[in-house]
């Protein structure tokens, strides 16, 4: 069972940036998409970003298109999130995820937690 672990969150001010990694104990497949879900307080998991490991091929929530930005590094097995301008409704807790299909992850990391104050 391949494990992934998050990492990259913490307190930012809003406006501001930072960059969640995940990495990945075994490397996916061509056919895999990895990407990240996020939880708010009180709410359901919900879509962020996902990246297709064969071709790259990415896909965004609307609520963050244009300001976060995903990608991979292949030989290190990992997925960023990079995130700019960031708001206070992007508080939550972040989750990475392994799936077949964009936005249907079947594996889960532990999440870390991002807080947008000021």
């Known amino acids: 069972q391949v494990q992934l672990a998050e990492s990259g969150g913490r307190v930012v001010q809003p406006g501001g940036s930072l960059r969640l990694s995940c990495v990945a104990s075994?490397?996916?497949?061509?056919?895999?998409?990895l990407g990240w879900c996020r939880q708010k307080p009180g709410k359901e998991r919900e879509f962020v970003s996902s990246i297709r490991w064969g071709g790259g091929r990415t896909y965004y929530a609307d609520s963050v298109k244009g300001r976060f930005t995903i990608s991979k590094e292949s030989l290190k097995n990992t997925v960023y999130l990079q995130m700019d301008r960031v708001t206070p409704e992007d508080t939550a807790v972040y989750f990475c995820?392994?799936?077949?299909?964009?936005?249907?992850?079947?594996?889960w990391g532990q999440g870390t937690q991002v807080t947008v104050q000021g």
């Open positions: 075994a490397r996916p497949y061509s056919s895999h998409v």
């Open positions: 995820g392994r799936g077949s299909s964009p936005q249907e992850f079947r594996v």
